[in-house]
């Protein structure tokens, strides 16, 4: 199935659509609704200074349900790879059973209550990035191909407005655990949010999502994702190589300085081009003298 073979998934379709797989599917339900009702108590209990052993076997519990969650999701995911539409259709309900169980609807629970609001970002682990990553993956595959039905239904269940939480969140423990203000674990899963943005979006010919999306997602909040992303990648992060990055004050050209507020929309034009000009004639002053390889070198470099 990993390697999007479609005679395995049209298999399993026809195994799970000729017969009753209720159990199945609730045994899925059962591992993602355990974690889920569990969530609060386990980062509850990992703000205490000192737990009890019941307490720290509730944590262990906790995390332990979170990795099966992620092993499952992955296995509904290959079973839908590709956009295997007739799959997607499948797992919103499974027509003839005697119970069924909307997929959707429990991985976007799960994904909403993992990080519900910024200080439960903050104060996430590594590994409960990785399962809002499978989250989002899966979620992508059920919506893309376009299915309008399944699209629909996530753009009107919290999607959006968690995507724009998590957007401007800090994970601030992961930070610190990487010394660095922007891990490569947060920028995949940032990057995930946006793809799953434009997964809702993808192949519709009416504006009803494209409405919600306006309506629910805070411009602002790209905005400032944008200006971030771009002093980070394009100016630098010379601590990053250090290992000593922990707030964005390290940043090559930190967000509190005078340089920094050049860049900004509200910068005077006038002022802008005054202080810049002479860094300008400097610089080409000294492109001039470098062969075309060396230019080439260079670029590849700065980006």
Known sequence: ????????????????????????????????????????????????????????????????????????????????????????????????????????????????????????????????????????????????????????????????????????????RIQKQNNDVYPSQIRCLKASLLELMLSLVEGRLDSKIQNNLIQRLEAETLRERIQFVYMYFVFGMVEVAQGSVRTTANCALPLSSSAYRLFSPLADPAHLNTEILPAKDIAEELLEDLLDDELDELFSEAL
Request: proline residues 1%; glycine residues 4%.
């Open 1 to 172: 199935v990993s390697l999007v073979n479609k005679t395995v998934q049209q298999g399993i379709l026809d195994v799970c659509t000729h017969g009753d797989d209720s159990g199945m599917w609730e045994s899925f339900w059962v591992v993602i609704n355990h974690v889920t009702q569990n969530i609060r108590v386990a980062h509850a209990l990992r703000h205490l200074s000192s737990m009890t052993d019941a307490e720290v076997t509730t944590v262990k519990d906790y995390e332990q349900s979170l990795s099966y969650a992620v092993r499952i999701m992955e296995a509904v995911r290959l079973m839908v790879e590709g956009h295997y539409y007739e799959m997607q259709e499948y797992l919103f309900s499974q027509v003839g059973n005697a119970r069924s169980c909307n997929v959707l609807e429990a991985v976007t629970g799960l994904l909403v209550r993992l990080c519900k609001d910024p200080a439960a970002a903050d104060h996430s682990e590594l590994f409960e990035v990785d399962c809002l990553s499978q989250c989002l993956t899966l979620l992508m595959e059920l919506a893309q191909g376009p299915n309008l039905r399944n699209q629909e239904f996530l753009s009107t269940m919290g999607v959006i407005e968690n995507s724009t939480m998590l957007l401007a969140a800090s994970f601030e």
